[in-house]
């Protein structure tokens, strides 16, 4: 199915708006929790609150949105994320910011499973490679944007304007979902190539079901390990940095690197030629070793250039995680909406203790730097499970013949 550009613009287009206001959000907070004096241990906290209402909610309002219009819980969705976002820069203390940041979570559980399912109905089947990849681009573009924008206007006279830039951006979105009523395609006007012969098609392969369940349990843990180390560098690293010393500008490039080494990462994985790594190990395993030496780097040293290549090769690994849990969950399979809730769920916890975790570490004995360190062991005990179930599904094979 081909879009239109105006279209394109109104399907994935509330992704990257809704992401932008999203991870504005969770930046300035975490510089704001510094600005009022909290400790990174609570910072984990409201982190794992919130993450932990979108991991409860996400499954009952993406079922709800099966019952009603999808649309009317989209704009609630916006809606709450613009209310809390202005509510934020209300709040003077920990109890403030507690009884405010779950909505949060909420807002993220009626946007994202009712996007998803909306955005299938719009796209019709198509191409399944070409849709990840566009899907990945926008909301990566969006995370990419949030926090350097708010890292930017972030200032201690003034630490309340990304906040307001989030509100705007959630309704922006609301817009957006709105504009797409005018812009729905004719029917009669889309073109859907069936061809399965197509010698240009990145999906020539059809390894069998044990095979694709395999790679997926290998993608889902090396996906969970990613987002628990993100979740470290997007939730604290903005209050570990501001506590370091360094610039909040300075931690917005950093986040700008990894954000658009991350996109561009997406369009390669988005190409027929990226489909010589699926279903290959040697390519996740690289990816992932080649992190931890990045986590390493960042929590035993602080040079701005070093952090630099570290953040930036973090956001290829984050890419490849991310695009093979999606891929190999989408590949092929019947229950697509229940593997997609699977990839939601695991990443969601990964977002919950990274940050929560990572905060109990700051604030203990090992230092600010210690949470990086985390994420790199975090990884290496990832890279340990996945050859153990590599291992039983080889001998498991073995045995079958």
Request: charged residues 10%; glycine residues 8%.
């Amino acid at each position: 199915m081909r879009l239109k550009p105006i279209q394109l613009l109104t399907v994935y287009l509330p992704v990257l708006l809704i992401d932008f206001a999203f991870s504005s959000v969770l930046t300035n907070t975490s510089f704001y929790t510094s600005y009022l004096g909290l400790s990174t241990t609570f910072l984990g906290v409201l982190m794992a609150v919130s993450t932990g209402c979108f991991a409860l909610l996400a499954i009952p309002l993406g079922r709800l949105s099966d019952r009603i219009e999808r649309r009317y819980i989209l704009y609630a969705g916006c809606l709450i994320l613009s209310v809390v976002s202005v509510a934020l820069a209300l709040c003077r203390n920990s109890g403030h910011l507690m009884s405010v940041f779950p909505g949060i979570g909420i807002s993220m559980a009626l946007f994202f499973p009712a996007y998803e399912a909306w955005l299938a109905e719009q796209e019709g089947e198509g191409e399944l490679i070409h849709r990840i990849m566009l899907f990945n681009l926008f909301w990566s573009i969006g995370m990419t944007l949030g926090p350097a924008f708010s890292s930017y206007l972030y200032g201690e006279a003034n630490p309340f304007k990304p906040f307001y830039l989030a509100g705007i951006f959630a309704i922006l979105t609301l817009v957006t979902i709105w504009a797409s009523r005018i812009s729905k395609p004719d029917p009669s006007s889309i073109s859907v190539h069936t061809d399965e012969s197509d010698p240009e098609s990145p999906e020539i392969l059809y390894p069998s079901l044990p095979v694709r369940m395999t790679y997926l349990h290998l993608a889902r843990c090396a996906n969970f390990v990613s987002w628990f180390s993100l979740g470290v560098l997007r939730q604290l690293a903005p209050k570990l940095t501001l506590e370091m010393g360094i610039r909040p500008a300075i931690y917005g490039n950093l986040m700008l690197i990894l954000g658009g080494v991350q996109t561009l990462a997406f369009v390669v994985l988005g190409t027929g030629y990226s489909t010589r790594w699926h279903y290959r190990f040697s390519p996740l395993l690289i990816v992932q070793v080649l992190a931890i030496l990045s986590f390493l780097g960042i929590g035993l040293f602080q040079h701005i250039i070093l952090w630099a290549i570290a953040f930036a090769v973090i956001g290829v690994s984050v890419a490849f995680t991310y695009f093979s849990s999606l891929y190999y969950g989408l590949d092929r399979h019947a229950d697509k909406g229940n593997k997609s809730g699977w990839h939601e769920a695991i990443l969601g916890v990964g977002i919950l203790l990274g940050p929560f975790l990572g905060g109990i570490s700051a604030d203990s004995q090992l230092g600010v730097q210690s949470p990086y360190l985390l994420c790199a062991v975090a990884i290496g005990i990832a890279i340990l499970i996945e050859i153990l179930i590599l291992l039983k599904s080889c001998r498991h094979q073995a045995d079958s013949r």
